[in-house]
């Protein structure tokens, strides 16, 4: 990116040179009119960058220069670092706690007020009897779930709900070495707001034919690689065996590839049928509805694919009319 002004510079050094010396006329005169196009597209180029370096602000899938400037105007975290309100031992005193574990999705991703999400939808559907606490950390998987609900000190959970992602696999892929992980963008692309805009929508797939290539595809691969299959139910034995050992009930909510919520159905179910192997019998998937909604209103957008607004809402309310309503009846 230095490098790229400083030539910028020069050039315009070169063509101010040029234009103000007198022995070469037509030299003069070329640079003259090339200088105006120098300060028209030196304006629009610093225009760009302090509008996306100061004003824009969009979620995306990936973190994104746009989407840090999401991050910075909406993303409060409480004093353990969760997007949720400030707890107390003694706010959770007599009550029925509710502790959600979860990725991006039960973090909020997206979703600029934090009470549209699906454990807040729940918790209003619950009343003041209950207290659910939102534990979802942004980039976890299933191990470093369990670590979160194990540091939690605060109260013990009298229900867990586990919210799973197909995903979550990726992390014991990884930890075998068996999964690709994605190329960075280029410097140049990470330290312009303007020029990480133009390449995150524009220009990745014209200089990198490998970017974002095929990453779904190599989720479900890994479902179907024994190896890496194996290892991720040891991970969510060990989830259910520390919410066995609290005596806590576990509700697990799986959510589908938003995109194609059908094809992960076989991954969906596979899941589900470990979590039931287990004796686990409160589980959600949720590929049906994801397939019932039109894309755009399941969605927060084509460049953020986690779930909109009005889905966290009917995600919150199937989960209390599953598992909680009769009971609060």
Do not use: C
């Amino acid at each position: 990116m230095l490098t790229f002004v400083l030539i910028f510079l020069a050039v315009g050094a070169l063509l101010i040179a040029l234009a103000v010396q007198k022995r070469f006329h037509r030299w003069q005169s070329v640079a003259r009119g090339l200088l105006i196009t120098y300060v028209m597209v030196a304006l629009i180029l610093g225009a760009g960058e302090l509008y996306f370096r100061y004003v824009f602000a969009e979620s995306e899938n990936t973190v994104s220069l746009a989407t840090e400037n999401w991050l910075a105007r909406y993303w409060h975290t409480n004093a353990l670092g969760f997007r949720d309100r400030e707890w107390t031992a003694a706010d959770l005193a007599g009550k029925t706690v509710v502790g959600v574990t979860g990725d991006s999705f039960t973090a909020g991703w997206g979703i600029q007020d934090p009470a549209d999400r699906y454990p807040e939808v729940l918790a209003g559907l619950l009343g003041d009897d209950y207290a659910v606490v939102n534990l979802g950390q942004y980039g976890t998987a299933t191990p470093e779930q369990l670590e979160i609900l194990q540091k939690f000190d605060l109260a013990t959970p009298d229900v867990v709900i586990l919210q799973y992602f197909l995903n979550d696999i990726n992390y014991a892929g990884l930890r075998l070495g068996l999964l690709p992980t994605p190329k960075p963008a280029p410097d140049w692309a990470q330290e312009s707001y303007l020029g990480n805009f133009l390449y995150t929508r524009l220009l990745a797939r014209f200089l990198d034919p490998e970017f974002n290539k095929d990453w779904w595809q190599w989720s479900y691969d890994a479902y179907d690689n024994v190896t890496i299959w194996d290892l991720h139910q040891e991970e969510i034995d060990a989830y259910i065996d520390y919410v066995d050992s609290i005596g806590a009930r576990l509700i697990v909510v799986i959510f589908p590839n938003m995109l194609d919520p059908v094809k992960s159905i076989a991954y969906i179910d596979r899941v589900a049928q470990h979590f039931e192997a287990r004796g686990v019998t409160d589980v959600l998937k949720l590929f049906d509805e994801a397939a019932a909604w039109p894309l755009q209103e399941r969605i927060v957008s084509l460049r953020d694919t986690h779930p909109s607004v009005a889905f966290h809402h009917m995600v919150g309310e199937a989960i209390y009319q599953r598992f909680f309503e009769q009971s609060a009846d």
